[in-house]
Each structure stands twice: as C-alpha cells, then as structure tokens.
C-alpha cells in the first residue's frame, strides 16, 4: 500500500516518529482532502504539546488561538464534529494555566484527531521503531521515557491500540532513578503509577486524562530537575 507522507513536526522529529497517512479501503491516495490542513493542525497541537512538556504556560497561546478560530474549509463534512471539538478544546487551553487541567485538555485534543481521522476513513501509519536500549544512567533512561510517551500519543491520534499498550508497558517497567534528588524519585514513582493506569483504561476519556497526568508530571520532574526542554 502507497502512503501519504505526514509531515513531523519538531516533537515528532525528537522522537524519531514516522508518520504517514494511508486510506482504510487501501490503495495510494495522494489526493486526501483536507491533508494540508491536517499538517497545520498537528503542528499547532504539537507546539502546544512542546510548551506543556517544557512546563511554559504562555507559550501555548499562539497555537491555540489559531487552532481555536481555524475553519478548516479544506476538510470533507464528516469531520466536522472532530473540528468543533478541536476548536472547543483549543479555547479552554486559553482560559487555562493550570498546567495538569492543560495536560488533561491536551489528551482530549489527540482524541479528538483520532475521531478525526476515523470519521475520513484514513488510518495514520507509524513507522515501525524499536525503543532505546535499557540503560543504567538517567539520561539513557529518559530517552526511553520520551519514546514511551510518544507511543502513548501515538495512541490516541491514531488512534492505536497497539501503540497505547507498547507505551504504557514500557513505562510501567522503566524505572528511573534520580540519586539525592527525592522530588524526581518521587515523580519517576508517580510515572510508574500512572502507566499502570493506563495500561488498564479502555475509554478515551480514561486514556486522555491518565496522558494528561503523565504529561504533567513529566513537567514537574523536569522542573525538579532544572532541564530545560525546549
């Protein structure tokens, strides 16, 4: 089957995804409608998703305003309802600052991109790539945390099942431990947790929001430990 290269992103270049856009009736389908526009949006949720990780509230604003007026005149009518959601969505991120209830909005923005793409008929095809190697030091070890989430985002925007499950497993047996600093160790643990709860959740509401807190407390860890991500 021919694809439909999905152009990535900065966050989707740092963790080496590989995306692409394929018809579910199979065949090449060069001429997807609305696939421009669906490029725009993912850049737009993506900044948004590299200022939450980056724990930098403002610096969502810019992308969220455009995600919260775009019509998206190029998209067939079934998609409809998907933009609404977005636009929706896209407009509390602004009344917001809270960076949890952001998180939280944020999953229910990558839900509302697989509805998206399952009200077109198009499926979104993630190149097949193997986790880091396991690695003793924090820094090895966080680099399989970045791939881990990514699946989980992989998850709900294409959505995946698979990629759901292979990114909670991951984290679920992924510690990381931090040495003298007890606020890290303590988040590393509320990670292990929370992939416990998304290896078990079923829903998309469950899922957004467990994505959601694990976003969050990968920004508070990254505070707590002074790294600077963007």
């Known amino acids: 089957m021919s694809t439909v290269p999905f152009v990535p992103g900065r966050l989707a270049l ?15 389908d060069p001429g997807l409608k609305g696939l421009g526009e669906m ?3 993912y850049r737009q949720v993506e900044e948004i998703q590299a200022a939450l990780v980056a724990g930098t509230v403002d610096a969502t604003r810019e992308a969220a305003r455009w995600l919260s007026t775009h019509e998206g005149r190029e998209y067939p009518a079934e998609a409809g309802p998907a933009l609404e959601t977005m636009r929706s969505e896209a407009r509390a991120i602004l009344r917001q600052r809270d960076i949890l209830l952001m998180s939280r909005t944020l999953g229910r923005m990558g839900v509302a991109c697989g509805d998206c793409h399952v009200a077109l ?3 979104v095809d993630f190149s097949a790539e193997e986790p880091p190697r396991a690695s003793a030091n924090p820094e090895g070890q966080m680099l399989r945390h970045v791939w881990a989430m ?13 990629a759901w499950k292979a990114g909670a497993g991951a984290l679920t047996t992924m510690p990381v ?3 003298a600093n007890e606020e890290a160790n ?14 078990g959740s079923t829903t998309p509401k469950e899922r957004s929001d467990t994505y959601g807190d694990l976003l969050e407390t990968c920004a ?6 002074r790294i600077s991500t963007r």
Do not use: Q
Not at 19 to 26: E, F, K
Not at 220 to 225: N, V
């Open 14 to 28: 740092l963790f080496g995804a590989g995306v692409a856009l394929v018809a579910c009736a199979g065949g090449p």
């Open 39 to 41: 490029r725009s949006h």
């Open 121 to 123: 008929g198009a499926e």
């Open 150 to 162: 990514d699946s989980l985002w992989k998850g709900l925007v294409g959505p995946s099942e698979a």
């Open 177 to 179: 431990d931090f040495g």
């Open 186 to 199: 303590r988040l590393s643990a509320r990670v292990r947790e929370l992939a416990g709860i998304a290896a």
């Open 220 to 225: 508070l860890c990254h505070s707590a430990l």
